[in-house]
């Protein structure tokens, strides 16, 4: 990494960037933001329009570093040890133009003994043929906490295609919590691929939720490693398919220590022509340890159904409540 | 009492070829509570299935009707748009949707309103349950009373209740007794499925099922009379799951 670039866009966006400002403020309103947290001095943010990081905010014990990259910025996230931050971090990525292509590389730092949140957004909302790649190396110290909140906007096109890659390293007694959420709009084609490895008593929850339609393409990876003592998991999968969307989830939980328990638990709901497919993989190299899954995979099930029709719903209108009530929870 | 608006003429029902309904009669009118009583496995949920229009428990023979109108053959979004509804003995869970929600779903109008009355009638602070999910967080009981509640909200003309005070303590039998008693007043008809005496009191008809058939129908006293003497020490030296028996038998 070359030497980090500190920039005060919040305090200083200049004049040619304000109208790009504005925006991203709206297309990240439709991804379900809040721009009035980005007007906020005691909440951290960070915006990034393409290649241009617009606003870039700092809090006590909370720093943010960027970097251009070629198509993209390269973003280094600091947690102080023992900080507890208030109130979320807000990230904003996006897209605003019907083609580009948009490259993060980031980086995570929490230390040890703090606690934080972040609440990104990325949003692509006129996308025709928008790229997005997202490559997080997260790495959370001993008994502290990280959770990661991401929803994402990709327009009603399906022209996006995202590959939201992390690698995670949770020391001991740390907690990492990630929400990934696709659930309005095209979903275009989802890589998404997560690598956990949790330490002695961490804990790690990963819940994603995506609702493809169109010719949507979903693949969901998930592996998580529990090598140390007393380490827990949960990976939590909603997906709905409709027309010809396909969805394919593959999450792999490995007991490599004592009293490592982990569980997977995915519900994909299929309807038309879609495909969903669902492969758990357990790896248990501990005698001590244990592994579980669930999967429900196909339609909706016929007592829930029954159970809203003696309301007075009709079929559709049955299995359309059921699909939001489990992906927008 | 008034004419019956809701009849059934002779419903069979059979499962993997065996019967589980055998020719069953019953007419219900405006404002009358009915209870049903039977021993596990007597087919009366099988029959508040029948009745509701599920899947796979359509009527093999015989009527039923609703104000003359033959509904036998109808689905049960239909059945449930002319007022028919079921409280189920066991509620399935709604992953992410909230209890509010849910109540209100066959409230005709002014839908904020009956969803804090429903809560309030099951006594569920409305405050504290209307956003809450539906789902497998709940206790048994809670969900028993949710489920109650959506059909107290509805104001069917005819509630099949099955089992509603299964899973749910003593002391809110009251509760559950009050909320029958008020959707009679206004003129719901009320399919009790119950054993319990504090509820089996209150209704105006009975009617006892024995391996599908209804084989006693009168008042509520002493229906319940034939039940004790009849069928109870037939349980005690049969077990409480004596249709298995009758099974091994056949
Ligand atoms: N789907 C089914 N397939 C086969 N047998 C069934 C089915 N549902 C219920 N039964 C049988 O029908 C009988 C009546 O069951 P049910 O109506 O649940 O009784 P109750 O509600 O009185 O306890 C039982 O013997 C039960 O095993
Ligand atoms: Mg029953």
Same mark, same amino acid.
């Given at each position: ?8 866009a ?9 109208g *790009?400002?504005?925006?991203?403020? #709206?297309?990240?309103?439709?991804? %379900? =933001?809040?721009?009035? &947290?980005?007007?906020m ?6 915006a ?6 617009l ?7 909370v ?28 990230l904003?990525?996006?897209?605003l ?19 934080v ?13 928008v ?12 008994n ?7 929803e ?8 996006? *295609?995202?590959?939201?890659y992390? #690698?995670?390293?949770?020391?001991? %007694? =740390?907690?990492?919590? &990630? ?19 949790a ?6 929850e ?14 969901v ?9 007393n380490?827990?998991?949960?990976t ?34 299929v309807?038309?022509?879609a ?18 899954h ?13 159970t ?9 209108e049955?299995v ?10 | ?19 589980i309904?055998?020719?069953i ?9 009915h ?17 509701m229009?599920c ?11 609703l104000?003359?109108?033959?509904i ?5 979004t ?24 849910y ?38 009981g ?13 104001q ?14 003593a ?6 007794a ?6 009679a007043k206004?003129?719901s ?24 058939s209804i084989?006693f ?9 034939y ?6 020490p ?17």
């Open positions: 990494m070359g030497n980090p670039i500190k920039s005060h919040f305090e200083q966006t200049s004049p040619a960037w304000a *790009e400002l504005q925006s991203l403020m #709206e297309a990240y309103q439709q991804a %379900g =933001g809040d721009p009035a &947290s980005f007007q001095p005691e909440v951290a943010t960070l990034v329009s393409g290649d241009q990081v606003v870039s905010h700092d809090i006590p014990g720093h943010l570093y960027s970097q251009p990259l070629e198509h993209g910025v390269r973003v280094s996230v600091v947690v102080d040890d023992g900080t507890l931050v208030k109130h979320p971090v807000h904003c990525f996006g897209v133009p019907m083609e580009g292509i948009q490259r993060i590389e980031a980086d995570y730092q929490i230390g040890n003994g703090a606690q949140q972040f609440l990104a957004h990325c949003s692509f909302p006129n996308a025709v043929r790229e997005h790649r997202m490559n997080a190396r997260i790495h959370i110290g001993r502290s906490s990280m959770s990661y909140k991401e994402h906007y990709h327009g009603l096109e399906g022209g996006v *295609e995202v590959y939201p992390s #690698e995670v390293t949770i020391e001991e %007694g =740390g907690q990492f919590t &990630s929400n990934f959420a696709i659930t309005r709009g095209r979903v275009g084609t989802l890589m998404m691929n997560y690598h956990i490895e330490q002695k008593d961490a804990l790690a990963l819940v994603t939720k995506v609702f493809g339609s169109g010719d949507d393409h979903i693949r990876e998930e592996t998580i490693h529990l090598n140390g003592e380490a827990h998991s949960m939590k999968t909603r997906i709905a398919v409709k027309d010809k969307a396909i969805s394919e989830v593959t999450t792999i939980t490995e007991g490599n220590a004592p009293r490592a328990r982990g569980h997977m638990d995915c519900t994909e709901i309807r038309d022509q495909l969903a497919a669902n492969n758990p993989i357990v790896k248990v190299s501990n005698a001590q340890a244990q592994v579980t669930e999967a429900a995979i196909g339609t909706v099930n016929r007592r829930e159904l029954e809203l029709m003696a309301r007075g719903l009709d079929e559709e049955a359309d409540l059921i699909i939001r009530a489990m992906i927008r929870s | 009492m008034t004419q019956p608006f809701f009849v059934v003429e002779d419903v069979c029902l059979k499962k993997d070829n065996r019967p309904l055998n020719h009669n019953l007419s219900l009118s405006e404002g009358q509570i209870v049903l009583l039977g021993v596990n496995g007597s087919g009366k949920s099988s029959l508040a299935y029948t009745l229009g899947e796979g428990y359509t009527s093999e023979s015989g009527r039923i009707l104000d003359g109108k033959d036998t053959h109808t689905r049960i239909e059945r449930a748009r002319m007022g028919i509804s079921l409280a189920w003995q066991e509620p399935v869970r709604f992953e992410g949707l909230p209890i509010g929600k109540i209100e779903l066959g409230a005709s109008e002014s839908k904020r309103e009956k969803v804090i009355a429903a809560l309030e009638a099951v006594s569920l602070s409305p405050k504290k349950y209307a956003y809450r999910a539906a789902d497998q967080t709940l206790s048994g809670e969900r028993k009373r949710v489920e109650l509640a959506a059909i107290y909200a509805m069917p003309r005819l509630a099949i209740l099955d089992e509603p005070d299964s899973g749910i303590d002391l809110s039998i009251t509760d559950i009050r909320l029958i008693c008020e959707m206004h003129n008809a009320v399919l009790l499925i119950t054993h319990r005496p504090e509820l089996v009191e209150m209704a105006d008809s009975a009617s006892l099922m024995c391996f599908g084989i129908s009168g008042s509520p006293r002493e229906t319940s009379q039940y004790q003497n009849r069928c109870e037939h349980l005690n030296i049969l077990g409480s799951q004596p249709w298995q028996i009758s099974l091994n038998n056949s």
